[in-house]
């Protein structure tokens, strides 16, 4: 979801800088990226509450103070008189309508709402759908517009078995099957409630008489559909994680507002069907049980100010707001209060457990892990997906992704995936391998755990090592000295079928867990080494930068004396330096060094002034040396 900084600071009472606000959506635990004046979200399921302006707004209140309110219609508003059913109730327990007819004079789009459009990237479609999908960008509460004039029998609702084709707004046909929500008139279904209209109640550009749908879905009743027929839609995505169900009105309201700063209004209707009283889920005081949980000692009146800043209703009793489905628990209060206070400003304390043992936790696997880390592979995890369609792979009937509809029968196609992502990123020694499930079909579906390793590149980023290569002899021998040789296949994955310009051989061996034998591993155990104790360090959550510098050595003595200096330097700024490029003229007795600074600070973004200042307190001593140069410079 994407959201425009003015927006934002709009609805704040506070006004915070953008590199503030940013820092406080990532306390709040919002993922995001700021490309510019647009924050780039990236909300875990669990909000679906934050998919608008109001809802990140209403988080961040908490310290900016409360969100601002929209300006909604205020005139008077006529009872529309609608022949509606509902005939399931529980799967919308609550629906609104508003009519609205307007001027046919030429509409003339506000420069908010053309702000809007382009900040998603749309082109105008027509006036009531751009202002539906507005609304849904502001409050997070989907509306959907039907041609009034289209709708001119009873317009019913019912969760029903289909066998029929339906056609969407956007002119593509679906056959629709099982059991959908869905809009019908005289048995004809006009719309798949939640996810998309159909054409034949659309609105167009000539469309100066609408009637706008508000509704509260149950999300068990909406999710999965659109995936199910591939249809991607905004309404869908906000519906399946819940919105407010005490939000239709308020919605309609401010549809009717932004309406009215469009066009002229000759008439306007509102009317809502409920199906029953809604009462908002309350849960016990326990700052005791909060404490216990977080390892604090928040005083009540602490813990009860930021719920309350939070949006929370605070008496005898907690108070969860409508929009916030997500909260059940003491538990998830707890959660509240650690993202507001923020979980590196909670103290850490030790505690004593005993030894726990998973039972299902496979041995063998433990020790394959600590045996391949050991050498300096890295383990990778991988979704269990493929789009490629084998002769026994098995098809997924609602995928995730549409271009990954079948289960994987081997590990090698997301090892060289993951392998191209890092070649991509610059890295010339590659060395993955991956624990994991592959799947497989015949009378049944069966499930196997395989190993699989992928080398590529070279052996080492040092200059002593730069031009050996991850080769067979390299890879047998970590198989042979401390696994079984004769169970693997060390196999070349052809370049010229792959996406790259590397021409590294790519080696890559899998076998099935149970074919190798428990008896390896206690040449293992005699040979553990000691291993110090590591110190780590938080990861930073501002952005690397990098600098590529190129030497010339013109003197083979001097090239460990460069070595040296590059090996200690050091600086809080300086989060890795390597070689990436080592060239020996034998002829000129010179040497080419290509080597990569990367620069990150824990505590701001760096400016390209403090970045070239640390580079230089570097490259100056090394090219002060008699012969050594940076070509160009």
């Known amino acids: ?23 406080k959506l990532f306390q709040l635990g919002h993922e995001h990226e700021v490309n510019g004046d647009i924050f780039d979200m990236e909300l875990t399921p669990n909000r679906g509450d934050c998919l ?5 707004a209403r988080d961040l209140g908490v310290f900016f ?25 529980l799967d919308c327990p609550k629906i609104s309508f508003l009519e609205i007819e307007v001027n046919e004079s030429k509409f003339e ?9 382009n900040l998603i990237g749309n082109k105008k479609t027509n006036l009531f759908t751009d202002i539906s999908n507005f609304v849904s960008y502001e409050l997070g509460q989907p509306t959907h517009c039907f041609d009034r004039q289209s709708i ?12 029929t084709a339906f056609q969407t707004l956007l002119g593509t046909e679906i056959n629709l099957k099982d059991r959908n929500c869905v809009f019908s008139l005289d048995n004809e279904i006009i719309s798949l409630a939640g996810v998309m209209g159909g054409f034949s109640t659309a609105c167009s550009t000539k469309t100066t008489k609408v009637l706008v749908e508000c509704a509260y879905f149950n999300p068990e009743s909406i999710i999965g559909q659109s995936i199910k027929y591939n249809l991607v839609s905004d309404a869908a995505h906000k519906f399946e994680r819940g919105v407010d169900i005490d939000a239709q009105e308020h919605a309609l309201r401010r549809f009717a507002k932004v309406v009215q700063d469009h066009a002229e209004i000759k008439s306007i209707k509102l009317k809502t069907f409920s199906m029953g009283v809604f009462q908002n889920l309350t849960i016990p005081i326990d700052i005791g049980g909060i404490n216990k949980i977080l390892g604090t000692n928040f005083k009540k009146d602490e813990c009860l100010s930021y719920l309350r800043g939070l949006g929370f209703g605070v008496s005898n009793k907690i108070k969860v707001p409508a929009y916030r489905h997500d909260i059940k628990t003491n538990n998830d209060l707890a959660e509240e209060i650690a993202r507001v206070v923020g979980y590196n400003n909670i103290a850490s304390s030790s505690i004593n457990l005993h030894k726990i043992v998973d039972p299902n936790r496979n041995e063998k696997v433990t020790k394959i892990e600590s045996l391949l880390t050991s050498h300096g592979f890295s383990e990778v995890i991988n979704f269990p997906f493929t789009s490629n369609k084998e002769t026994k792979s098995i098809n997924i009937d609602n995928p995730l992704d549409k271009n990954r509809k079948n289960l994987r029968i081997s590990l090698k196609d997301s090892l060289v995936d993951n392998l191209l992502y890092n070649e991509r990123r610059q890295k010339d020694s590659i060395k993955l391998f991956e624990l994991s499930t592959i799947y497989t079909k015949d009378t049944k579906i069966n499930q196997q755990i395989r190993l699989g390793i992928i080398v590529s590149g070279r052996l080492a980023n040092n200059y002593n090592d730069f031009s050996k290569k991850l080769d067979y002899k390299y890879l047998n021998k970590i198989l042979n000295d401390n696994l079984c040789t004769n169970i693997f296949e060390i196999n070349e994955i052809p370049r010229n079928t792959l996406p790259t310009k590397k021409k ?3 080696l890559y061996v899998e076998v099935s867990l149970e074919d190798i034998p428990d008896t390896i591993f206690s040449s293992i155990e005699s040979n553990k080494k ?3 104790f590591v110190s780590f360090k938080p990861v930073s959550e501002y952005p690397s930068s990098k600098r590529d510098f190129s030497f010339l050595i013109k003197d083979l003595n001097k090239v460990d004396e460069v070595i040296n200096i590059l090996d200690s330097a050091s600086g809080e700024i300086i989060k890795n330096l390597f070689i990436f490029d080592f060239y020996k003229d034998n002829k000129k007795s010179s040497v080419k060094l290509g080597c990569r600074f990367i620069f990150q600070s824990n505590y701001k973004t760096l400016s390209d002034a403090e970045i070239n200042e640390k580079a230089l307190e570097i490259i100056n001593p090394i090219i002060e040396i008699d012969g050594v140069s940076i070509p160009g410079l």
Do not use: H, R
């Open 1 to 23: 979801m994407k959201v425009a900084y003015k927006d934002l600071l709009n609805l704040l009472s506070k006004k915070p800088s953008k590199d503030s606000l940013s820092k």
């Open 52 to 56: 608008s302006l109001i809802g990140l």
């Open 65 to 89: 103070d409360a969100p601002k309110a929209f300006d909604l219609y205020t005139d008077t508003i006529e009872t529309l008189e609608l022949d509606f059913e509902n005939l399931s109730p």
């Open 109 to 117: 789009y506000q420069p908010y709402l053309k702000s809007y459009i």
């Open 152 to 163: 001119n029998k009873k317009l019913i609702f019912e969760n029903k078995k289909c066998n």
């Open 504 to 506: 590294d051989k790519i």
């Open 530 to 532: 000691v291993i110090d």
